[in-house]
């Protein structure tokens, strides 16, 4: 549905955008991750037809961004990070307005309004000014304007930016009900707003995609091995030296722990088994074993991981 391919954007001798590329199928949800200042506005304003780029070819339903702008835009849904409000117009008066720019009509028009209301929690301030509303209920009415004329493409820059807990819970439900028949991007700088609406994130650092996948699978790649942490009732010195001829372990390392016990994070590759060893190394020696688990690579740690391995190279990592 979205093809980006080798797309570079400069602006005077600032590179945005160098060589990025990625795709995205129909119905699937694409998280579009990295610091500010990484170029995910620009990449979307490329593929949005609001600008062109300096090299390279982007298609949205197979149709060339440069060759047929009009013809994507009426096919995508955009929520820019700055909202693209008339703040001299009531809610009401400005969906009306969008909804007749997209070629909206009569019934057709009205049934869009009632549903991208309640869609978007917007009955209690529809016939507010605009210049009066929160910025929560700003984001929500762009979020509307985007969704009024039901495109098949939704791209979102920012868009929980502003809301409320509850309010941003409402948004990631939603796309999560849009994907069922729309293909979405989101934008964000907050690590925390990917996993609970998709596990497919692209990565983009300093105009360059650093990575590309499955959230699991790119914690895979970025960590190397998995973390456990175990404690055991004993004396440090002696568990430190039985864990590091323990078969299976690549990295044993003092942590503190309680009064008494001696804690380390160890690290193995993924997939293999080592808690049932760790588990039997204490009772072979005698000790209380006071702690055994994983601890799961968090999203922040997966990200700083990937950022710090791009070191301006060029690699990209796909799985």
């Not at 570079?8 to 699937?28: H, I, M, N, P, Q």
């Not at 339903?61 to 013809?71: A, F, H, S």
């Not at 939704?154 to 309010?167: A, K």
């Not at 973390?227 to 001829?245: D, H, N, Q, T």
């Amino acid at each position: 549905m979205i093809e980006v391919r080798d797309v570079t954007k400069r602006f005077g001798a600032t590179v945005a955008l160098d060589g990025v590329s990625f795709r995205l199928d129909k119905g699937e949800i694409l998280g579009f991750l990295g610091p500010n200042g990484a170029g995910k506005s620009t990449a979307m304003k490329i593929v949005t037809t609001f600008l062109a780029p300096d090299s390279g070819t982007v298609s949205v339903d197979g149709i060339d961004v440069l060759r047929d702008p009009l013809e994507v835009r009426g096919r995508i849904g955009y929520l820019p990070e700055n909202h693209p409000l008339y703040v001299d117009m009531m809610v009401h008066e400005y969906l009306q307005f969008v909804g007749r720019a997209r070629g909206l009509a009569g019934d057709e028009l009205r049934r869009r309004l009632e549903w991208v209301v309640e869609a978007c929690g917007l009955g209690s301030v529809f016939r507010k000014p605009i210049n009066e509303l929160s910025k929560g209920f700003r984001q929500r009415t762009g979020l509307a304007q985007a969704l009024i004329h039901d495109p098949e493409v939704l791209i979102l820059d920012e868009p929980t930016s502003g809301l409320d807990p509850l309010q941003i819970i409402g948004i990631r439900e939603l796309i999560q009900s849009l994907a069922r028949s729309k293909t979405i991007i989101f934008s964000t700088h907050i690590l925390q707003e990917v996993s609970p609406v998709t596990d497919r994130v692209v990565i983009i650092n300093a105009g360059r995609i650093v990575a590309d996948g499955r959230i699991g699978e790119l914690e895979r790649a970025a960590m190397g091995r998995n973390r456990i942490f175990v404690a055991y009732r004993a004396p440090a010195v002696e568990a430190e030296a039985a864990l590091r001829g323990l078969d299976g372990l690549h990295e044993v390392r003092p942590v503190a722990g309680r009064e008494g016990a001696a804690r380390f994070e160890v690290r193995a590759d993924f997939g293999r088994d080592v808690l049932a060893p760790l588990g039997r190394l204490g009772q072979s020696r005698g000790w209380d074993l006071l702690e055994l688990q994983e601890s799961p690579f968090s999203l922040e740690d997966t990200f700083i991981a990937l950022t710090r391995q791009s070191g301006g190279a060029r690699e990209v990592s796909h799985v």
